[in-house]
């Protein structure tokens, strides 16, 4: 693995295209398939938002890590008995997929969590996440937990999506983004747009991404 020249790399092609669109996109490393050597390797690369998907991982990663000047991310599911046990050491949770999990998350947190909710735009079954048409009625029910900011949208599509289905999923979550933002809830402002992975990160940048969560592109 040649991590510092990967990371080279993937800044220099992100770079061109923000340059292009006019907007700067937070890189959130996904260390999930990597030990905590190859973690830090990343840190010290230059990529200071850390991403785990699942509790386990993060939690090893945080504690062989807390020495280090880092962002968490946790990015996956989470299952409502874990939030007790992690959520206070999360920045950002990137999964956000149901009421209840927002409900014990407010319970249990300390701080404010920078929360994003997770829409199923492709409507793939197998994928978590509100449906579109959901989202007006859940940014209602959990405007009152006081331990939960809607800092933005997060989506994934479908592993083995086209082009032509990836651009049309990433316009509708930008479009459902942009339509929350435009109605200034103080409660969740959705600002961000977090989408793209390895394969697809400079097209979802194009159609709006704010933060990129990349794994495999950095580890190869
Ligand atoms: C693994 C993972 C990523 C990164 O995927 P790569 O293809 O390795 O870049 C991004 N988001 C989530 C939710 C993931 O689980």
Redesign the pocket.
Same mark, same amino acid.
């Given at each position: 693995m040649h991590i510092f020249e990967n990371v080279q790399e993937v800044l220099k092609k992100i770079a061109t295209v923000e340059e292009s669109c006019g907007r700067k996109t937070t890189v959130v490393g996904?260390t999930?398939?990597v030990d905590t050597k190859a973690a830090r390797e990343l840190v010290k690369s230059g990529i200071v938002n850390i @991403?785990e998907?699942r509790t386990e991982l993060f939690l090893d990663k945080y504690n062989k890590m807390s020495n280090l000047d880092v962002t968490w991310h946790l990015? =996956?599911t989470l299952q409502r008995r874990k939030v007790k046990e992690v959520i206070n050491l999360v920045d950002y949770f990137? @999964?956000l997929d149901s009421v209840k999990l927002a409900q014990e998350i407010d319970k249990r947190a300390k701080h404010v969590i920078k929360c994003f909710l997770q829409v199923n735009v492709s409507g793939e079954a197998s994928k978590h996440g509100f449906s579109p048409n959901d989202l007006d009625q859940v940014l209602a029910e959990i405007a009152d937990l006081s331990h939960i900011q809607i800092v933005g949208l997060m989506t $994934?599509a479908p592993i083995n999506a086209t082009d032509a289905e990836l651009d049309s999923i990433f316009a509708k979550a930008s479009a459902l983004q942009r339509q929350i933002a435009a109605q200034n809830l103080t409660h969740s402002p959705c600002t961000e747009l977090s989408m793209g $992975? *390895?394969?697809d990160y400079q097209r979802a940048i194009q159609h709006g991404a704010t933060f990129v969560?990349? =794994? *495999?592109?950095f580890f190869k």
């Amino acid at each position: 693995m040649h991590i510092f020249e990967n990371v080279q790399e993937v800044l220099k092609k992100i770079a061109t295209v923000e340059e292009s669109c006019g907007r700067k996109t937070t890189v959130v490393g996904v260390t999930k398939s990597v030990d905590t050597k190859a973690a830090r390797e990343l840190v010290k690369s230059g990529i200071v938002n850390i @991403a785990e998907n699942r509790t386990e991982l993060f939690l090893d990663k945080y504690n062989k890590m807390s020495n280090l000047d880092v962002t968490w991310h946790l990015i =996956g599911t989470l299952q409502r008995r874990k939030v007790k046990e992690v959520i206070n050491l999360v920045d950002y949770f990137h @999964a956000l997929d149901s009421v209840k999990l927002a409900q014990e998350i407010d319970k249990r947190a300390k701080h404010v969590i920078k929360c994003f909710l997770q829409v199923n735009v492709s409507g793939e079954a197998s994928k978590h996440g509100f449906s579109p048409n959901d989202l007006d009625q859940v940014l209602a029910e959990i405007a009152d937990l006081s331990h939960i900011q809607i800092v933005g949208l997060m989506t $994934m599509a479908p592993i083995n999506a086209t082009d032509a289905e990836l651009d049309s999923i990433f316009a509708k979550a930008s479009a459902l983004q942009r339509q929350i933002a435009a109605q200034n809830l103080t409660h969740s402002p959705c600002t961000e747009l977090s989408m793209g $992975m *390895s394969r697809d990160y400079q097209r979802a940048i194009q159609h709006g991404a704010t933060f990129v969560r990349i =794994g *495999s592109e950095f580890f190869k």
